[in-house]
């Protein structure tokens, strides 16, 4: 299962450019992936593009906010939702981003709005804030899920749920990028199984007998 939106030949021009810059920034980058680039995988023309877009930045900046839009939906209907113990719902969460990478290409599985922060942090501002609004607002959404595992687990008051919530996505953004560097996807299923043993310690489960 790829994460982000999937081409919809049926959709709208602004619609298609969003979507296929999900699939050409990921793959080239963004400061590669030319508006050419975007219209021919969209299969629109340049002047669809400039009627929706002023500049490649506010492409970038409006593609940011597509893909947190479109993986919002994914994740909010994502099975880890479903266990009642909320230690269960925090592995569970993990135990999907696994999923999610498994047989496919960096491309399909590694983050756009990681992808362009990479590129954009300094030169365009703009891109910057849109894509930490899209990765910090998804770690805000386990903070719940995250605080209630710790109460559960009667785990140390000085460990901050918003911070934890956070590092799952340190960790998730680090390890595609390693997982890039290395062209092999293991890396980064490897980085989200450590990630899971840690946080089954934080929550004192052993890991031994836990159930992935």
């Not at 629109?44 to 893909?67: I, L, M, Q, R």
């Not at 569970?92 to 709005?113: M, P, T």
């Not at 899971?196 to 052993?206: A, G, I, M, T």
Request: with cysteine.
């Amino acid at each position: 299962m790829s994460l982000g939106p999937t081409a919809n030949p049926g959709a709208g021009a602004r619609v298609r450019l969003l979507d296929a810059g999900v699939a050409v920034i990921r793959a080239k980058g963004l400061s590669a992936t030319t508006v050419d680039d975007l219209c021919t995988t969209a299969g629109v023309t340049k002047g669809a593009f400039f009627h929706h877009f002023d500049s490649k930045e506010a492409y970038a900046v409006a593609a940011a906010g597509h893909w947190s839009a479109t993986t919002s939906v994914l994740f909010a209907e994502a099975p880890y939702h479903d266990h009642a113990d909320p230690i269960d719902r925090v592995l569970g969460y993990l135990d999907f981003r696994a999923s999610l990478i498994a047989g496919l290409s960096a491309a399909e599985y590694s983050c756009l709005v990681g992808t362009m922060t990479q590129e954009a942090f300094d030169s365009s501002p703009a891109v910057r804030d849109a894509c930490g609004a899209s990765i910090l607002g998804h770690a805000a959404t386990l903070e719940a899920d995250i605080a209630d595992a710790l109460a559960s687990a009667g785990a140390v008051p000085e460990l901050d749920a918003a911070s934890l919530a956070r590092y799952t996505q340190v960790v998730l953004q680090g390890a595609f990028v390693v997982s890039k560097a290395a062209n092999d996807a293991d890396v980064a299923l490897d980085s989200v199984g450590h990630l899971r043993r840690y946080l089954e310690f934080v929550f004192r489960r052993d890991p031994a007998t836990s159930t992935p």
